[in-house]
C-alpha cells in the first residue's frame, strides 16, 4: 500500500552525488552494507566495522619475511633515511610491528595510544590485547615518500625452536588483519635463505586470499653469481610453489635493496629493470588507492551477503523449544551440504564462501537462537548498492585519476623513487643506454659505424643517392625481426617520408634494427640526437 514511499526513497538515494569516490565509499558502506554486517554479526566472524580512517588513510605496503631478509633495510633504501626506532642486523632484531608514517617531526607513538588516536586506522587492533600492543608502534618521520604511503615492517619469521616460543599473541590474525587492508604485501626472500619454516608457511597461507596483492622479492641477490642466481631462483619456484598451490608463476623480483656496493655485478642491468619494474608498481599506488578500496568493498559486500544467507539458514534450522545444543552441534557437522544448498538456491559461486573449517570453528562460540532470520530488504538494498553505487563510482574514477595527476597526486615522490624513476642524470635508468646512447655528445653516434653501414647501402644499387623500399627491404629482413617491428624501423628513419632512403637514413635504420637486437626498445619517436646532422630542421 505505501509502495510509492519506498520507491521515492529509492530514487532520492539514485540520485546521491558524492563529491568523490572515497567519500561515496564511505557512505555507501554506512547505509547499505553497515546494517546487514550489523545484523549477522559479521564482524564476529569474519573483519571488524570500517571506520572513516579505513576510507582516509594513505596506501599502505606490508612487509614480511624470514628474519635477516632485508625487510628494514628495503625500508631505509625507499626512504634513502633512518627512521625512528630502526634496528638492522643479522640476528632477529625487528621484534614488533612498526608502523612507518609521515609525519612533521621524527617521533615514535607506542601501540596503546596509536590504537586510541581516531585519526588512524588502527583502532580494531585493540582486539589482540596487551601483548600485541605492547610490540606495535608508530614511526613518524617528515618523509616525502610518506606523503604518498605509509609502510608496515613486521617482526622477523623465526625457525626452529624459536618459532615454538609463544609470541603471546595471535601473530597469524595479526598479518590477516593488515592483509586486508593494506595495498601491498611484498614477500621478502633472502637468496642464502629459502627455506620456507612452519611459521613462514602459516603466515603464507593467512595472506593467501589477498593474492592479488602480494609481490615477492628475491632480496640480496647480489651475493651470489650468474650461474647461482639462475639455480636460487629456481628453487625459490619450487619453494612457492609447493606453499601458494595456485597453477599460475608468482612474479618474482631480483634484486638487492640497499646502498652498498654489489658483490658481483654482472647482474647490475638484471637489478635495474627489475628495481625499475617493482618501483613502477609502488609509485602507483596512490593513483590506484580509490579502485582497489572500491574493489575491497565489492569482496566485502559479496561475503557479507554470503554469511547472511548462512547465518538465517542455521537459524531456521533450529528447534523452537528442546534439543537446540544438539541441534547446533549436527549444524555445524553438516555446514558443507548447508553451503551446497544455498549455492543452489541463491545461485552462488564457490568461491564466495568462507573457509569451512575456520566458519565451524567460529561456530562453536555462538548461540544459533540469537541469529536472525532472512532479512530481504537489507539484502535489496546491497544488491542496488553493487548494481548502482558502485557503478556511478566507477565512472567518477578515470575523472578523479586525471585531476590527480595533473597535480602530481597520483604518483610517489621523494626519496628512492626519485633515483630509480626520475633521475634524469647519466645514472638514470636506461640513459645511455640502446636508443638513448649518444645522447648529449657532440657527434652523431650512428657515424660510428658509418663505414659499415655504407657499404651495405652501395651494393644495394642506388639511383641519385637513394635506395628504394623494396631494395632496403631485402636487407633489414636479414635481422630476422617481425615486419611490425621492422615497419616501426622504417617509420623512424624516412625522415623526409619519400618512400625511399638516402645513406643517412639508411645507416640510422641499421643502428635502429641492432638496438632492437640488442634488447632495448626502439623510442616512440626519433630523438634529435639520432637525427640525422643533415636532416636536422628538416620537417616532411
Not at 511 to 525: F, R, V, W
Request: hydrophobic share 40%.
Amino acid at each position: 500500500m505505501f509502495s510509492w514511499i519506498s520507491n521515492d526513497e529509492h530514487k532520492k538515494h539514485s540520485n546521491e552525488v558524492y563529491d568523490n569516490v572515497l567519500q561515496g565509499l564511505r557512505k555507501i558502506y554506512k547505509t547499505k552494507l553497515l546494517p546487514l554486517e550489523t545484523t549477522y554479526q559479521f564482524h564476529d566472524f569474519h573483519s571488524p566495522a570500517l571506520d572513516d580512517p579505513d576510507f582516509e588513510a594513505k596506501p599502505m605496503i606490508l612487509l614480511v619475511g624470514q628474519y635477516s631478509t632485508g625487510k628494514t633495510t628495503f625500508i631505509k633504501y625507499v626512504l634513502e633515511s633512518d627512521f625512528p626506532g630502526m634496528r638492522i642486523g643479522p640476528e632477529p632484531t625487528t621484534d614488533g610491528f612498526i608502523a612507518v608514517m609521515y609525519g612533521d617531526t621524527e617521533r615514535v607513538i607506542p601501540g596503546n595510544a596509536l590504537v586510541v588516536d581516531s585519526k588512524k586506522p588502527f583502532r580494531p587492533l585493540s582486539k589482540f590485547g596487551n601483548a600485541f600492543l605492547n610490540r606495535f608502534q608508530c614511526s613518524q618521520q617528515p618523509s616525502t615518500v610518506l606523503k604518498g604511503l605509509s609502510i608496515i615492517d613486521t617482526p622477523g619469521i623465526l625457525s626452529g625452536e624459536k618459532q615454538w616460543v609463544g609470541r603471546g599473541y595471535d601473530f597469524t590474525g595479526v598479518l590477516e588483519w593488515f592483509a586486508e587492508r593494506v595495498d601491498r604485501i611484498i614477500l621478502l626472500f633472502d637468496a642464502h635463505k629459502l627455506d620456507i619454516n612452519d611459521e613462514f608457511r602459516r603466515s603464507i597461507e593467512a595472506l593467501k586470499a589477498h593474492d592479488d596483492k602480494i609481490r615477492i622479492v628475491l632480496n640480496k641477490a647480489d651475493m651470489v653469481d650468474h650461474q647461482q642466481l639462475m639455480r636460487v631462483y629456481g628453487a625459490l619456484m619450487w619453494s612457492l610453489g609447493k606453499v601458494l598451490g595456485t597453477p599460475e608463476v608468482a612474479r618474482v623480483y631480483i634484486g638487492s635493496y640497499w646502498n652498498e656496493p654489489l658483490r658481483y655485478d654482472c647482474n647490475r642491468r638484471l637489478f635495474e629493470a627489475e628495481e625499475q619494474d617493482l618501483f613502477t608498481d609502488l609509485q602507483s599506488l596512490p593513483r590506484n588507492a580509490a579502485l582497489r578500496k572500491l574493489n575491497d568493498l565489492i569482496k566485502r559486500a559479496r561475503l557479507a551477503k554470503v554469511h547472511a544467507y548462512i547465518i538465517s539458514e542455521l537459524k531456521k534450522e533450529m528447534p523452537a523449544m528442546f534439543g537446540k545444543e544438539n541441534r547446533k552441534k549436527e549444524l555445524i557437522r553438516d555446514l558443507a551440504n548447508i553451503y551446497e544448498k544455498i549455492q543452489r538456491e541463491h545461485q552462488i559461486s564457490p568461491g564466495d564462501f568462507p573457509e569451512l573449517k575456520r566458519m565451524q570453528d567460529l561456530l562453536q562460540h555462538h548461540d544459533f537462537t540469537k541469529f536472525n532470520v532472512l532479512k530481504p530488504r537489507l539484502l535489496e538494498s546491497v544488491d542496488r548498492m553493487l548494481a548502482e553505487d558502485i557503478a556511478r563510482l566507477m565512472a567518477m574514477i578515470p575523472v578523479e585519476e586525471a585531476t590527480n595527476e595533473s597535480k602530481d597526486k597520483g604518483i610517489v615522490q621523494g626519496g628512492a623513487f626519485d633515483g630509480v624513476m626520475n633521475d634524469n642524470t647519466v645514472f638514470g635508468f636506461g640513459r645511455g643506454e640502446g636508443a638513448d646512447a649518444g645522447a648529449g655528445d657532440p657527434d652523431w653516434i650512428v657515424a660510428k659505424d658509418r663505414f659499415k653501414y655504407d657499404q651495405l647501402f652501395d651494393n644495394l644499387n642506388p639511383v641519385d643517392g637513394k635506395i628504394t623500399g623494396s631494395a632496403a627491404k631485402q636487407e633489414m629482413l636479414k635481422s630476422k625481426l617481425p615486419n611490425s617491428v621492422l615497419g616501426k624501423v622504417w617509420k623512424l628513419s624516412d625522415v623526409d617520408k619519400d618512400g625511399m632512403l638516402d645513406s643517412d637514413e639508411f645507416a640510422l635504420a641499421m643502428h635502429l634494427i641492432n638496438i632492437k637486437l640488442d634488447g632495448n626498445d626502439l623510442p616512440a619517436e626519433l630523438p634529435l640526437h639520432l637525427m640525422p646532422p643533415s636532416k636536422r630542421g628538416f620537417q616532411a
